[in-house]
C-alpha cells in the first residue's frame, strides 16, 4: 500500500500493469499463522489463485519487515516463499526494509528544532543488516534495497525539500511514495 500512490503518480513511467494484494499486517509468507491475525493464512494461500487468475509474471513483494521478523516470520520463510513463487513461474523482487521512526517524524522535527530546515533525517530502529539478511536468501538480482536511495551512514532522511517522507514512524507520504517508486521500483523507467 506504501508504494500506490507513487506508482499512479508515476503513471506510464512505470512499465508495467499493477495490481495490489495487500492484507493488513499479513506478511507476504507462505505458511504464517497468528492467533491475532487467522485471516493471514488463508490470504496468502489465495495468492496463487490470484496469480494465475490475472496471469501475473512478476511479484514485487514488500512488507514491513522489522516488524513480522519480531512476530517470529524469519527470513528463510521469505526466501523459501520466493522460491515456491519462482518454481510456479514467476519472477519476485523482494523489496527490503525502508526506513522506520523511533516517533513519529513530526515530533523528531520539532525536538530536533528544525522549524526552518527543507531536510532532515534521523536513526531507524532496526539494525541496516536486516536487509542483507533478507538478500542472503533470495537468488541475486531479486533484492532491492530501499536504504541506499533514503539514508546516508548514520541517520535516514524523513524530510526532503520540506516535504515529509513519511507521515508517522514509517508510512510513507504520497511525496514519499512518489520518491521511493522513482528511486528504486523496479518498473520504473524515465522513458515513456
Known amino acids: 500500500m506504501d ?3 507513487g506508482i499512479i503518480a508515476a503513471g506510464e513511467k512505470v512499465t508495467v500493469n499493477v495490481l495490489q494484494y495487500t492484507a493488513d499486517a499479513c506478511p507476504p509468507v507462505f505458511g504464517y499463522s497468528s492467533a491475532a491475525l487467522p485471516h493471514c493464512q488463508e490470504f496468502n494461500d489465495n495468492v496463487t489463485n490470484v496469480l494465475a487468475k490475472y496471469d501475473i509474471s512478476a511479484i514485487v513483494m514488500v512488507s514491513r519487515w522489522e516488524s513480522i521478523f519480531k512476530r517470529g516470520t524469519s527470513p528463510a520463510a521469505v526466501g523459501a516463499t520466493v522460491q515456491r513463487l519462482n518454481e510456479l513461474g514467476h519472477k519476485v523482487f523482494v523489496v527490503g526494509q525502508s526506513p522506520v521512526y ?3 517524524v513530526q515530533i523528531l522535527f520539532e525536538k530536533a528544532g528544525l522549524a526552518q530546515a527543507l531536510d532532515a533525517s534521523a536513526p531507524i530502529t532496526f539494525k541496516r543488516d536486516l536487509n542483507s539478511r533478507i538478500a ?8 532491492i534495497d530501499p536504504l541506499p536511495a533514503l539514508c546516508g551512514p548514520r541517520d535516514c532522511m524523513y524530510m526532503q525539500q520540506g516535504r515529509y517522507i513519511v507521515i508517522d514512524v514509517g508510512h510513507f507520504s504520497s511525496f514519499g511514495s512518489e520518491l521511493a517508486v522513482r528511486s528504486y521500483f523496479p518498473f520504473y523507467s524515465e522513458r515513456q
Not at 542472503?136 to 533484492?143: C, D, I, L, T
Open 3 to 5: 508504494y500506490a500512490p
Open 102 to 104: 523511533y516517533n513519529n
Open 136 to 143: 542472503a536468501v533470495v537468488p541475486p538480482g531479486s533484492f
